[in-house]
């Protein structure tokens, strides 16, 4: 053994001859300068504050309060900061007609080139003329059977009508007696705290009308709670998280892919513990054909309801404005399986088909709420028949 170290150390003396000396200072120089390196960066990680929130994905701040309420979920409380009460202030109504207009300029601007098109030449209202009006507002996504009662409606008043100005004069009238006789909205039980469950397909935008939504009720001056009731989709909880900070409320989250009904359990304990006056509890988008997932919707309902008897006061189904026809589909599978409340039609803006609008409070007994606009917070707002009405033509 001696003798084997012995012939080690001198191949080693003799490396050590054969190489330079500056070789060697360099190797060492350059391992402390890879050493000091990885010091810096993890310090430097340590102090750093974090990327700033967005809600397209950021993370909240670590500095957010975190409280378990059991082995397997967090809580999180992220106060309402100053500049983010100013931020979601809401906007003017003069200022939102405007927006209104603008942002359904696509609907309008077809239906005012289609009634134009149809008086070319001094045309006479006659059955050829209402074939293609029938057309135009079926074009614009009002629906056969919308536009039908419109259609009727209009035929009896032909004898008034000769040029373009008073058939959209016209159809403002018929279209506003229409859209006016939708179902009010439900009255606000007096009792706390109030309970709206938020449902919905993959994909219409839930996560951001229910931030848009905790942002109005905290400008209110109410105290909002968001239950974070889906769990199987990743980025989910970290979007609501993104939102109950910019808009000052609480939310209740459970780790990934935990069951949703006990996340709305414990949101609905957490509210009745704190005084809370608002509770938003969101669901996981599903298609509306899949029996299965549909069913988890009614465990949840019953869930809260067994917590708080009479909850949810409120079910708001979130549609998408694009896809058509086929919200209303949506809207009645729906209802059939929980009982919709309320709508909330999010992407106005992004349609030439906002007619879609006449056909939902035509066609469904279910009140429309709130119409989406556009991105911004202020951009959700009740729905108002006459403003729609007078941005439409």
């Not at 340590?46 to 929130?53: D, E, F, Q, T, Y």
């Not at 309320?342 to 349609?351: P, V």
Request: hydrophobic residues 45%.
């Amino acid at each position: 053994m001696q003798e084997s170290l012995e012939r080690f150390w001198a191949t080693f003396n003799r490396l050590l001859a054969a190489v330079p000396r500056e070789v060697w200072w360099g190797v060492l120089v350059l391992i402390l300068a890879i050493v000091l390196t990885k010091i810096i960066q993890r310090l430097a990680t340590r102090k750093s504050p974090g990327p700033p929130l967005t809600p397209e994905g950021a993370a909240p701040e670590s500095s957010a309060e975190h409280r378990p309420l059991s082995a397997d979920r967090d809580e999180a409380q992220p106060a309402a900061a100053p500049e983010a009460a100013a931020e979601i202030q809401p906007a003017a109504p003069t200022g939102f007609l405007a927006r209104l207009k603008e942002r359904l300029g696509k609907t309008r601007r077809s239906l005012a080139a289609g009634l134009e098109g149809l008086f070319s030449g001094q045309r006479r209202i006659d059955a050829e003329l209402l074939d293609e009006l029938e057309e135009l507002l079926i074009t614009a996504d009002i629906g056969v059977q919308t536009t039908t009662a419109l259609m009727g409606r209009i035929s009896e008043r032909k004898a008034e009508i000769t040029d373009a100005e008073q058939l959209k004069n016209a159809l403002k009238e018929e279209i506003l007696a229409l859209v006016g006789t939708a179902a009010p909205p439900p009255a606000r039980d007096v009792a706390k705290p109030h309970v709206i469950m938020v449902v919905g397909v993959n994909g219409v935008g839930k996560t951001t009308t229910i931030g848009k939504l905790a942002a109005r009720y905290t400008v209110a001056g109410e105290k909002v709670l968001i239950g974070a009731a889906d769990t199987f989709r990743a980025a989910a909880g970290e979007q609501l998280a993104i939102w109950a900070q910019r808009s000052g409320a609480d939310i209740v989250r459970h780790r990934e892919n935990a069951d949703p009904a006990a996340v709305a359990f414990d949101t609905i304990e957490a509210a009745l513990a704190r005084g809370t006056d608002v509770v938003l509890v969101d669901t996981a988008g599903r298609l509306h054909t899949k029996v299965n997932l549909m069913a988890e919707l009614k465990k949840i309902q019953r869930t809260i309801d067994r917590k708080l008897p009479g909850a949810p006061q409120e079910v708001l189904l979130v549609l998408d404005a694009t896809t058509g026809q086929n919200a209303l589909t949506q809207a009645r599978l729906f209802q059939e399986t929980v009982g919709i409340t309320g709508i909330a039609l999010t992407k106005l803006d992004g349609t030439a088909k906002g007619g879609i609008v006449i056909s939902i409070c035509n066609s469904l007994q279910i009140p429309l709420k709130y119409i989406g606009i556009g991105e911004k917070i202020e951009d959700l707002q009740d729905f108002d028949p006459e403003k729609f009405v007078a941005a439409l033509f």
